[in-house]
């Protein structure tokens, strides 16, 4: 498994933004895809975006589609990589504990989110009205 770190969780007001990142130990083939993901108190785990590192093909829920970014960035020399999460026009059903993952299969399978076996310890995002 990869080790994982997620930053950036904050509190803010709706219409508000914040970029999450996470910091994977190093880019390998169990980083092929990346995705963040979310769960509120009470609600199941949803998937609220992922990327193939290597094609930079994005995919977004529904639900975040045109206010979140995905993004990241491989450090020179290929050795590590960090993902990003920006979360703009924040609402407070985003409020959640967002949790980073990866995975060894891109294309088609990152689409479908299968295969994310590395998980981080999550970090809290809380939009207030």
């Known amino acids: 498994a990869q080790d994982l770190v997620e930053s950036g969780g904050d509190s803010v007001q709706a219409g508000g933004s914040l970029r999450l990142s996470c910091a994977a130990s190093e880019y390998t083939w169990r980083t092929l895809c990346m995705g963040w993901f979310r769960q509120a108190p009470g609600k199941e785990r949803e998937g609220v975006a992922r990327?193939?590192?290597?094609?930079?093909?994005?995919?977004?829920?529904?639900s975040v589609a045109g206010r979140f970014t995905i993004s990241r960035r491989i450090s020179q020399g290929s050795a590590k990589i960090t993902l990003y999460l920006q979360m703009d026009n924040l609402k407070p059903d985003d409020t959640a504990m967002y949790y980073c993952?990866?995975?060894?299969?891109?294309?088609?399978?990152?689409?479908?989110?299968?295969?994310?076996?590395?998980w981080g310890q999550g970090t809290q995002v809380t939009v207030s009205s």
């Open positions: 990327i193939d590192t290597q094609q930079s093909s994005t995919y977004y829920a529904d």
């Open positions: 993952a990866a995975g060894s299969y891109g294309g088609t399978a990152c689409y479908r989110g299968v295969g994310l076996n590395s």
